[in-house]
């Protein structure tokens, strides 16, 4: 009992804190992706490359000025965020990272609590984070807030039903509920990745998911709740300081939450593409590779003064890692990890895409597209899977 | 220490329930109304799942499941009966909305 | 362990619970249910009903509360205004609504032997696999009903709420 108590805190302690870094300098590659697609720098200029862009906004929001509008119905308007981030954080806590890893004698998982009924729970959390927007746009007592926060959470509610059906899918091929056994059943190749597998590959569903988690998480093209040139800022125009970083936190870590969904519902979670015993082990280790060496041509060809220092030392930061995953000893916990985070960290990316490229829904079409098409399309997809699924 | 009497799982659903029925008998507003109806269903719920608990069955679950259900379903209807008397008489007072009184 | 987690959420329980009734705005009530539904979740954990335990916050605190909030929000409602008791209903009332509570509780107390207690994990057959054969095998025909009275409710609701084509 003690040993555990104490390895949970200590999981606990280090999720927490990886994660809020991770949100926040996921802000800052959403920054840099979205300023390349419009051909220009994005931050630079606070930190090499602007890597300390992160913390120059959290020491501006922090110590900004927390005003609360006296016209505001205080305890649901200081309620609202705090529902929001919170429950952000609630549905982080089951998503497993890698496999059973042993610390100092003690087997754990790499995820803060194995619930059988993982898949429901996150639904679960996520339903009640409508509540975090639609509160906050009724108690800031600004019409604009009000509308924004009612279109908002209308459109989160009417998006969860196909993202439920297209969880649903898969969730018929696996059998289970647990997500670290989902991934159990993924393991083997790439066809065995729900997304591909035997009875009915789960493309569709897969991309009912992913549009759907669009929708959920209020990102382009979906953002229209709290776009700038409609609403002021939606349903968050009279927060400030450190409680719209908070709605700004839980945006981020819902994306993380979709994007790790995703990953282990249909693409296999921490499992490799191909097994070990073909060298898929190898496969890190190139990749830093070949990223550390573009890293040191482009530091001997400079195209900007300071790049010959900074990318420099990016390339030998790359062929570092690159090396340690060559080391046996820390395999059985890091390639899972690194196959896991490179998953979900390709659909993050693919979010960041699709905001520098898509422009925004109106909210008719926004959810006309939900009921007319998604919903219709998601129970055909499940209704096909679960035939097929009988059958064979 | 670490077991709690299975009666006290009773008790709070009656005192649950009792609470729903002075909420539906005091209040004036619709809504309120409305939402103690929903606080009575959840007494019940739990006294179903106890009771599963006690006799080691997962039919009272079932039962629950399909209170939940029905209880959503009744929220769906009354709910946009709410609005069409709202929308008749503009306003959400039960001790207005006496036309039919003599 | 799981008397403090019992007693913890069942206080939380209560108190939301009076929370509901008390409340002049129906804002507020609506969150102090969303209070009262969340704790009582916990509690069906503690009962080993996992799956029932979700499908409360799913259905319940998830879906149906958001309903009722979005008709508070659309319809703007107010909080309710005082209208003058009489000195001797309020002197009464509370007193007497605690006697019956308290003589209710006693009741249910004597009726139940005391040997049965709950701990977590005593009842294991709540998972989502028990529930689904049951549903599927023992109560199909109750489950094709309600997914019949859904639709009705949805058709009702559908007609009642829309706006007259003239």
């Known amino acids: 009992m003690d040993a555990f108590v104490v390895i949970s805190l200590i999981k606990a302690a280090v999720i927490a804190f990886v994660l809020l870094t991770a949100v926040a300098y996921l802000q800052w590659v959403e920054r840099k992706v979205i300023a390349h697609i419009q051909l220009r720098m994005g931050p630079y200029r606070v930190g090499p490359h602007g890597l300390l862009q992160p913390l120059a906004d959290v020491i501006k929001l922090i110590t900004k000025e927390d005003m609360m509008p006296s016209y505001v119905n205080k305890p649901i308007y200081l309620l609202a965020p705090f529902i929001a981030v919170s429950m952000s954080l609630l549905s982080i806590a089951v998503i497993p990272f890698g496999p059973t890893i042993s610390v100092a004698g003690y087997q754990t998982g790499m995820q803060l609590a194995d619930l059988n009924i993982g898949v429901l729970y996150i639904l679960a959390v996520s339903s009640m984070g409508v509540y975090g927007v639609a509160l906050a746009g009724w108690a800031s007592n600004n019409k604009y807030a009000l509308l924004g926060g009612l279109r908002s959470s209308a459109q989160m509610i009417s998006y969860e039903i196909p993202m439920a059906l297209a969880i649903a899918s898969p969730l018929l091929i696996s059998n289970t509920l647990s997500l670290k056994e989902l991934v159990a059943t993924q393991s083997g190749s790439v066809l065995d990745w729900n997304v591909l597998h035997r009875p009915f590959p789960q493309i569709i569903a897969f991309l009912i998911f992913l549009i759907a988690g669009f929708a959920e998480t209020n990102r382009v093209p979906f953002d229209l709740p709290e776009a700038e040139n409609e609403l002021v800022a939606g349903f968050h125009t009279e927060y400030s300081s450190m409680k719209f970083a908070s709605f700004f936190m839980a945006e981020y870590l819902n994306m993380v939450t979709v994007s790790s969904l995703a990953t282990l519902l249909f693409l296999g979670g921490w499992e490799a593409p191909w097994p070990a015993a073909k060298g898929s082990n190898l496969i890190p280790s190139v990749i830093f590779l070949v990223a550390g060496l573009t890293a040191l041509y482009h530091a001997a060809h400079p195209a900007r003064r300071m790049d010959k220092y900074t990318l420099a030392a990016f390339g030998m930061v790359f062929l570092a890692l690159a090396g340690v995953f060559v080391l046996p000893i820390v395999q059985s916990w890091l390639l899972p990890l690194f196959w896991f985070c490179a998953k979900a960290g390709a659909i993050l990316f693919a979010f960041m895409w699709v905001r520098g490229t898509l422009p925004r829904f109106r909210y008719d079409q926004l959810m006309s597209f939900a009921w007319k098409f998604l919903f219709p399309v998601a129970m055909l997809n499940l209704l096909v899977t679960s035939f097929l699924v009988a059958w064979f | 220490m670490s077991e709690v009497p299975i009666s006290w799982f009773l008790m709070l659903s009656a005192v649950i329930f009792a609470l729903g029925v002075a909420g539906f008998l005091f209040r004036r507003n619709i809504i309120t109304v409305f939402m103690s109806i929903e606080l009575m269903l959840n007494g019940v719920n739990l006294s179903f799942v106890t009771f599963s608990y006690q006799l080691k069955q997962v039919n009272g679950h079932l039962f629950t499941f399909f209170v939940m259900v029905v209880a959503a379903a009744e929220a769906a209807v009354g709910l946009a009966i709410i609005l069409t008397v709202f929308k008749n008489r503009s306003t959400l007072d039960i001790d207005d909305i006496d036309s039919m009184k003599n | ?166």
């Open chain 3, 1 to 166: 362990m799981d008397l403090i987690l019992f007693l913890i959420f069942a206080i939380i329980a209560v108190v939301s619970a009076v929370n509901v009734v008390v409340q002049t705005h129906p804002i507020s009530s609506a969150v102090s249910l969303i209070g009262v539904m969340g704790s009582l979740a916990v509690l069906y954990l503690l009962l080993g009903a996992e799956f029932i335990a979700a499908a409360q916050v799913i259905v319940y605190a998830g879906a149906v509360m958001v309903l009722f909030i979005f008709v508070i929000l659309l319809l703007n409602a107010g909080a309710e205004t005082k209208r003058g008791r009489s000195f001797m209903v309020q002197l009464l009332g509370v007193p007497l609504l605690i006697a019956l509570l308290g003589l209710l509780a006693f009741f249910v107390s004597r009726l139940f032997p005391r040997g049965v207690s709950v701990r977590f994990g005593g009842f294991t057959g709540g998972t989502a696999q028990a529930v689904g054969k049951a549903l599927f095998t023992t109560y199909l025909l109750p489950f094709e009903v309600t997914s019949l009275l859904i639709l009705i409710a949805i058709l009702g609701a559908i007609v009642l709420a829309r706006k007259e084509l003239d």
